[in-house]
RNA sequence: GUGAGCGUAGCUCAGUUGGUUAGAGCACCAGGUUGUGGCCCUGGGGGUCGUGGGUUCAAUCCCCAUCGCUCACC
């Protein structure tokens, strides 16, 4: 198993700080990955990662990295710490998520799923063992089980069988894991996924199918896929409960800042999320007064920085009118000032959410924050 | 100078054998984005149809004049 250290948990809800082991260092939680999906948190360059945005650990994903550049160039770099430049850990998305996102490519059948390439139209067969077999050859710290994220709406019978396929996928995960081993010397960790849809029952069911196969921690899928907020919340705070409190509880996806703190509230450790990378390149960054589209016309001659509470290398040194003239003018620039404050501010926030349930105000500070970042200016 | 062609949104252009409120792409403005293609999606503001006159119930469209641009020839 993966062990949790616990160092502090709040007395007003489920929230806790602590920390856990890789071979590629320590995690503090609660912790947000920054994505990585081809090898390469988009923009930014590894040494940014590291010293300026402190990232502890970054997302990577199965499924792309094995379409190209593929495992044999993998396995001849030493695996993915080696070929990126990223000594710290990794966690790797299996490919489940893509059985979504791409649904026009792919065909789902009981004993894996079959898929179109999205860059070259090429047919691929992913199963369990095979997803198990593509992590070993990357070497990730975190390796996720292949699983079957429903799509949202879902009716009930279509998410019974949906965790029935992925209770029966997370055994054979679990088999290949057991009889294979890491390539490279270090420990590899592999994750169960919850699933269920908005079932809580469900959800129920699926926990205690992944529990019996004792897997090294748990993750919570299958959410922040169009159901409502609140909806979200309670799925969250009804599945941690089922979710061994001695290991770190992942929120795969999730989300903007303010589901991440409801979420910490809600006794969940470890987040990944597109969004403050995605947004970045799209202009739309975060700060601590709410949201601003650095390509609105009113930043043109605004000399501020992005946000005035900000340390990041980016608000020490630029201005909101320079960041929107680089967008305006399609500077590749833009893109990696506004990721590296995105992600900063993301890991300035669970940084702070967690000082602040070893300090003990966690619940106060949350509701508060949580106010004052979702504004839109 | 002569002849021909073209002037429609910021740009590139459709369009109407004369008929409701003149369109598109890009640009601009504003939203969206939750286990990532810098992609994509949604909405909005913009036009004296070069200018002036004529014909007609009705003109961006037909006629005349005029201004501008392009090409060919001298």
Redesign the pocket.
């Known amino acids: 198993m993966l062990k949790l250290n616990i160092d502090s948990k709040d007395k007003n809800c489920k929230a806790r700080a602590g920390s856990f082991e890789t071979d590629h260092g320590k995690v503090e939680t609660p912790i947000f990955m ?5 090898g390469t ?3 930014v360059n590894q040494s940014y990662l590291a010293d300026e945005i402190k990232a502890q650990i970054v ?1 990577s ?1 199965t ?2 990295l094995y379409l190209r550049p593929g495992t044999e160039i993998l396995e001849a770099a030493g695996g993915l710490h080696k070929f990126m430049n990223w000594q710290k850990p990794i966690l790797t ?6 059985v ?3 649904s026009e490519l792919r065909k789902l059948k009981s004993d894996g799923v079959e898929f179109r390439s ?2 070259d139209g090429s047919k691929h067969f992913f199963t369990p063992e095979k997803v198990i077999d593509i992590q070993r050859s990357i070497g990730s710290d975190i390796m ?6 429903a799509p949202y709406p879902c009716d009930y019978d279509y998410a019974k069988n949906s965790v029935q396929l992925t209770s029966n996928w997370a055994k054979l995960n679990k088999e290949a894991f057991e009889n294979s081993e890491s390539l490279y010397g270090h420990k590899q960790f592999l994750f169960g ?1 919850i ?1 269920g849809s908005i079932y809580k029952d469900l959800r129920e069911k699926s926990a205690n199918d992944l529990l019996k196969l004792d897997f090294d921690s748990y ?1 919570i ?6 159901e409502p ?1 609140e909806q ?1 919340y309670e799925l969250v705070d009804f599945t941690t409960d089922f979710m061994p409190d001695d290991r770190p509880r992942y929120l ?5 800042p303010e ?1 991440i703190l409801e979420s910490i509230a809600r006794g969940v450790d470890m987040f ?8 970045a ?4 960054l975060f700060t601590w007064n709410g ?1 601003l ?1 650095m ?4 930043y ?1 001659d605004d000399f501020k920085p992005l946000d005035e509470r900000c340390n990041c290398y980016t608000c020490r040194n630029y201005t909101r009118a320079y960041l929107r003239h680089l967008f ?1 003018a ?1 500077e ?1 620039l833009a ?1 990696e000032l506004a ?1 590296i404050h995105n992600l900063y501010f993301y890991l300035e926030l669970v940084t702070q959410a967690r000082r602040h349930i070893v300090d003990g105000d966690f619940f106060r500070w949350k509701n508060e924050i949580v106010n004052e970042i979702s504004i ?2």
Do not use: W
Request: net charge positive.
């Open positions: 920054p994505v990585g999906t081809q948190v988009k923009a997302l994903n499924y792309h998305d299996s490919g489940g998520y893509q979504f996102s791409l999205h860059l996720m089980v292949l699983d079957e994220c996924i699933q993750a899928g299958g959410l922040a896929v169009g907020m979200m795969m996806g999730v989300g903007r589901n990944d999320c597109v969004m403050p990378t995605r947004n390149r799209n202009a739309n949201t589209s390509r609105n016309a009113k043109k305006i399609e590749i893109l990721s839109k200016n």
